[in-house]
């Protein structure tokens, strides 16, 4: 299976790159997790916020694979701990379909992409860096695949 993770932003810190890439090797085939880098809406002086994120969201739902369960990280969505999400994980891995996760970007997700999403996953009630968001998530279904593979990496 192969978990997407769509993210508004291109030029990251090298700390958000080597985060995301120390956990995202360590899955197997059974469950690779695919960076997808989508480019932010140019804001100027005095921006169109709200046309931006529109845009935004636009992108990530085109480059979501036809037919992908969506799940969009927002901060209303369903705050899972370790086990909910191993979960999860465990049941996307049954279902045997491609999973697209969504990242907005500085200034959110788009309200369209959270009403065609199949579910909403807070990481946090705290408000994260869009960047940290990528590390995060990659070492959290890294955990949740350890734990379902009673790998020692999970010791809770």
């Known amino acids: 299976m192969k978990i997407h993770l769509l993210a ?20 197997t085939r059974e ?13 100027g002086a005095h921006p169109d916020l ?13 480059a979501a694979p036809a037919g992908s369960r969506i799940v969009a990280l927002d901060e209303r969505g369903q705050p899972w701990s370790t086990a909910e999400l191993a979960e999860q994980l465990a049941g996307w891995l049954r279902d045997g379909r491609e999973i697209s996760l969504l990242v907005g970007g500085p200034d959110g997700l ?9 579910g909403l996953w807070s990481l946090s ?8 968001v990528r ?4 070492e959290q279904i890294y955990r949740a695949w350890s734990l379902l593979h009673h790998h020692p990496y999970h010791r809770a």
Do not use: F, Q
């Not at 469950?31 to 804001?43: F, Q, T, W």
């Not at 788009?110 to 199949?118: E, F, L, N």
């Open 8 to 27: 508004i932003g291109t030029r990251m810190p090298s700390w958000v790159k080597a985060g995301y890439s120390e956990y995202a090797e360590r899955l």
């Open 31 to 43: 469950c690779m997790l695919n960076l997808v880098e989508i480019p932010a809406g140019k804001r």
């Open 50 to 62: 709200a046309r931006i994120v529109h845009d935004e969201g636009e992108r990530l739902l085109t």
């Open 110 to 118: 788009d309200p369209a992409c959270r009403a065609r999403a199949d």
């Open 125 to 132: 009630r705290l408000t994260l860096p869009h960047p940290l």
């Open 135 to 138: 590390v995060v998530v990659a």
